[in-house]
């Protein structure tokens, strides 16, 4: 019994470290609003609605896989002990069960509709661009992004940060880089995402967006940031030998510090023009009463 004593209390200190050890772990990443930390065990905090949509999603998903998995194994393993060679020597002879094969039949399609009326919508908004306050190009070449503004006229290279100046900065290393992409906050960016070479890939995790960088073609995507900061992401294909080291920065700031960036870059902003007026029209001329004839009055 002492032995026992001693087992169940080491698991229960042991559990109870495992707990203070998920909870500083969740707690760093509470603290975090930018990008990856050491550590993390959880998605990175939503920056926009879409990605907090996506995050609401994947705990639904969840919700459903969990039970599902704990439920095929809880059935092999009863398998696996009532039905092995010792417990089941002369094993039944039947090939069908009608209730059966309805069961497994109709309740993962009842599964997948409730999924899909969740995804089908989320999907819709990712796809759905609206009406863009901003256009940015993000060209992937080997290995660092372009950006083009081309309503501001201004363009540039963005590279990653070397370790020394990193550090000199205090930036985070392979992260950072030397001209992050700029954009205010509170406003729908339409992202235009290409490559010059070989297939890269576009990802801010924050952000919840992620699209194909695909030479001779320009795919689409789009984000409204909703707080300052700086968000990081990275290439997410297989894009060849440094392909791990094609960090994306994002800083996102207010609008005067915009239009400042802006000029200092030799651009300029795009001024929203307003529809002209439309000319007035003339009024109808009044026709000219008809003369008066004979016989009638005038």
């Known amino acids: ?10 698991a229960g200190a042991a559990i109870s470290a495992g707990a203070a050890l998920l909870a500083t772990a969740g707690a ?23 990605a907090r949509d996506i995050h609401s999603f994947h705990t639904l998903l969840l919700w459903i896989i969990v039970p599902i998995t704990l439920f ?25 069960n009608m209730t059966v094969e309805v069961v497994w039949t ?22 759905q661009i609206p009406q863009a306050q901003l256009t940015i190009k993000a060209t992937g070449n080997t290995w660092n992004w372009g950006y083009t503004y081309p ?22 290393y392979r992260m950072a880089v030397d001209e992050p ?27 919840g967006i992620k699209e ?10 789009w984000f409204r940031v909703e707080k300052t900061g700086t968000y990081y992401g990275f290439c997410q294909e297989l894009c060849g030998i440094q392909h791990a080291f094609m960090p994306i920065e994002v800083r996102v700031v207010s609008e005067p510090e915009f239009a400042a960036w802006i000029a200092s870059k030799g651009g300029q902003m795009a001024e929203a023009t307003d529809a002209a007026p439309a000319p007035a ?16 009055p005038g």
């Open 281 to 296: 029209m003339p009024a109808p001329a009044t026709p000219d009463p008809a003369p008066a004839t004979a016989g009638q």
């Open 151 to 172: 309503d501001q006229d201004v363009e540039f290279i963005s590279n990653p940060l070397a370790e020394e100046d990193a550090a000199a900065q205090n930036r985070p």
């Open 106 to 127: 109709v309740v993962p399609v009842i599964i997948l509709v409730v999924i899909s009326a969740f995804s089908f919508p989320l999907l819709f908004k990712q796809e």
């Open 212 to 221: 194909d960088a695909v030479p001779g073609r320009v795919n689409e995507t």
């Open 1 to 10: 019994m002492r032995s026992w004593g001693r087992f169940w209390s080491g």
């Open 72 to 96: 095929v194994l809880a059935l092999l393993l009863w398998v696996m002990l009532r039905y092995n060679r010792a417990s089941n020597p002369t094993p039944k002879k039947f090939t069908h």
């Open 181 to 207: 992409m700029v954009v205010p906050v509170n406003t729908t960016v339409r992202m235009l995402v290409t490559a010059n070479d070989v297939i890269h890939a576009f990802s801010v995790p924050s952000f």
């Open 28 to 50: 760093a990443v509470a603290q975090t609003v930018t990008g990856p930390v050491d550590g993390g065990i959880d998605l990175q905090p939503a920056a926009t609605e879409v």
